[in-house]
């Protein structure tokens, strides 16, 4: 249930601004080349960034950061377990995970020693829509940073005994899971609410998934998907116009691809309340997942979503955490949120209780939905709302490294960089109406899906919803 566009959604993104506030200020120094462009107004202003796009279709963005003398360099495929097909489930992650273990010039014990004279590592993140490669470096070591990075994306080479050793650590991985109840109950629930389509299982795959993939496959899939025209690139910190040139050299020798479209089932629609039990003996509390299908990141709802669900529960002063938490004292926490992705994502209440009360939990939480869809936020919790999400904002936009990823993930999802330089504003200018009847039409608690992960001992709570039952040993 995590994923790219929390970027978006949550106060990680943005990053360094000129001035946030009339307050406070950061002094940005000249960056090395003409082209940068600054966007915002007023007080508020975006740190000077460039972008450009090479001739195999490569989008850098270039984003200059005296502060620390540091570099790092970012890559966003547009590719993830979207794109690997039902058949091979953990294909991507696969490949992925790979790029670090070796290439056509240095084995992966070379590669990592290496990359630890430099004082960095690579971090490979595979998800359901994207995969992100991130290093950094002081910046007296750019060059040779540049050198490894593009080595690890552009040469990787897949050796057989490295291929083994991954996905021996993924099937342990898979494994261990079941041992982390949250977690579990978050997976299940994905499954339940989008079926056979990519976002209803683990990006890692499945165990018979993995045992399937060959080298072939892992090999075909990198060229087919892992492409400069199918990327972009964000350049970060303090360098001159000499690096910026060989970023372009390096990066312009990468040999771009027609990507293919990938057909993916579509999720299920459900039309009535569906209660799933998942029990196994022994476990002292009870996970409890409602759902149903959400919204895309592109939605023009987006906005006024996130804002109504401030005070469904998304922030500690809203109606869950009152009712459920404060008033009943059935849960330790409880919270909503809108997981937007590429396509349509989901809309999820999480929230665990003593096995005692699961049943309770689940009803509690589920009117207090339905309350709202009903009845809507008042002008004062829509005012609380908007304050929280302007507050939290500044926090999101303190380091260029966040600017970059923001870059990476609004042209990933087609949403121009308006988004950030007008989001208080935006947010400000939302009615109550509007939030109230956005959410009204998003969400339908009479078709939520729920899941509950508990002990056997609470099934009779549940039999006048008769649930499906599914028991683990």
């Known amino acids: 249930m995590r994923n790219l566009a929390l970027a978006l959604t949550l106060p990680l993104v943005c990053t360094a601004v000129v001035s946030c506030s009339s307050s406070g200020k950061k002094t940005v120094s000249k960056p090395p080349s003409d082209g940068y462009v600054t966007k915002g107004n007023g007080s508020f202003k975006l740190q000077p960034y460039k972008e450009i796009t090479l001739s195999n279709g490569l989008k850098v963005f270039f984003i200059h950061d005296s502060s620390l003398p540091r570099v790092s360099l970012t ?105 982390n109840p949250s977690s579990f109950a978050d997976e299940k629930m994905d499954q339940f609410i989008f079926g056979s389509h990519p976002y209803g299982r683990d990006t890692n795959g499945t165990p018979d998934g993995l045992r399937s993939i060959n080298k072939q496959d892992i090999i ?144 509690e939480a589920l009117k207090v939905v339905s309350d709202f869809v009903s009845s809507g936020a008042t002008e004062q919790e829509v005012a609380a709302g908007r304050n929280q999400l302007i507050g939290q904002f500044p926090r999101a936009i303190e380091t260029a490294d966040r600017l970059a990823y923001n870059l990476l993930a609004l042209d990933f999802y087609g949403i121009p960089v308006d988004y950030l330089t007008d989001y208080n504003k935006t947010v400000g200018n939302i009615k109550p109406k509007d939030a109230n009847a956005a959410f009204k039409k998003a969400v339908e608690p009479a078709k939520f899906k729920v899941l509950v992960y508990g002990d056997e001992k609470i099934i009779p709570q549940f039999e006048k919803y008769k649930p499906t039952i599914e028991r683990i040993k």
């Open 75 to 179: 890559l966003m495929m547009k590719t993830g377990s979207m794109q690997e097909g039902s058949q091979k489930p953990g294909l991507n992650a696969l490949t992925a995970y790979l790029l670090e273990q070796g290439t056509q010039s240095r084995d992966a014990l070379k590669l990592a020693d290496e990359f630890g004279q430099l004082g960095s590592s690579v971090d490979v993140s595979p998800g359901a829509d994207v995969t992100t490669v991130y290093a950094d470096s002081l910046s007296s070591g750019a060059d040779t940073l540049l050198s490894l990075f593009a080595d690890v994306a552009m040469n990787p080479a897949f050796k057989d005994a490295e291929i083994g050793r991954m996905r021996s650590q993924m099937l342990a991985a898979l494994q261990k899971k079941i041992d």
């Open 220 to 363: 075909k899939h990198y060229l087919t998907f892992y492409r400069p025209n199918n990327a972009s690139l964000a350049v970060v910190g303090s360098f001159d116009l000499a690096f910026e040139n060989r970023i372009q050299e390096v990066f312009g020798k990468w040999t771009k691809r027609t990507i293919p479209e990938v057909a993916v089932d579509a999720p299920p629609v459900n039309e009535s309340l569906q209660v799933k039990l998942i029990v196994k003996k022994g476990l002292q509390q009870t996970q409890i997942r409602l759902g149903q299908l959400g919204i895309a990141r592109k939605n023009d709802d987006f906005l006024r979503l996130r804002l109504a669900n401030e005070t469904v529960g998304g922030s500690f002063a809203s109606r869950l955490n009152q009712k459920v938490r404060d008033d009943q004292g059935l849960t330790y926490s409880i919270y909503s949120y809108f997981d937007v992705r590429k396509e349509r994502g989901s809309y999820d209440v999480t929230t665990f209780t003593k096995n005692e009360t699961a049943a309770k939990t689940m009803e």
